[in-house]
């Protein structure tokens, strides 16, 4: 399983994704 929790993504001075959280059953990327 892959898990991220309250991740952002910044570029620059941009925010381009702000505290996502989402896992991922092993098969499914």
């Not at 929790?5 to 059953?25: E, I, K």
């Amino acid at each position: 399983m892959l898990q991220t929790q309250d991740l952002t993504v910044r570029f620059g001075g941009h925010v381009a994704v702000n505290a996502v959280s989402c896992s991922f059953a092993p098969g499914t990327l």
